[in-house]
């Protein structure tokens, strides 16, 4: 059973910055494609970030482009991705996504298991 469980989410001020983590566990965490989502209140989920096996392609929302960055550490079984310079329309409930082999995908129905989620939240 694939595990996935996010972390680092909370309260800051517009500008500032968090660090998500997403620990995998069960499964081989190599050949995951990683994803991570979101999705604001009264709104569909959408598309953040996409990284390959090793971490050589990824891929971003254009709103993200140059504040987020996603990484991985398969050493470790945990994806991440930083925000910086982040805005009150960043805030939203976080997700991240596994999808076995293939490539980066940036549509949900392509990833194959989902974290619980953890609040972000940016005050203006």
């Known amino acids: 059973q694939v595990q996935l469980v996010e972390s680092g989410g909370g309260l800051v001020q517009a500008g500032g910055s968090l660090s998500l983590s997403c620990a995998v566990s069960?499964?081989?965490?190599?050949?995951?494609?990683m994803g991570w989502f979101r999705q604001a209140p009264g709104k569909e989920r959408e598309f953040v970030a996409t990284?390959?096996?090793?971490?050589?392609?990824?891929y971003y929302a254009d709103f993200v482009k140059g504040r987020f960055t996603i990484s991985r550490n398969n050493a470790k079984n945990t994806v991440y991705l930083q925000m910086n310079n982040l805005k009150p329309e960043d805030t939203a409930v976080y997700y991240c996504?596994?999808?076995?082999?293939?490539?980066?995908?940036?549509?949900?129905?392509?990833?194959?298991?989902w974290g619980q989620g953890t609040q972000v939240s940016v005050s203006s």
């Open positions: 996504a596994a999808r076995y082999k293939l490539g980066p995908s940036k549509s949900i129905p392509d990833y194959d298991f």
């Open positions: 069960g499964g081989s965490f190599t050949y995951y494609i």
């Open positions: 990284i390959s096996w090793v971490g050589g392609v990824s």
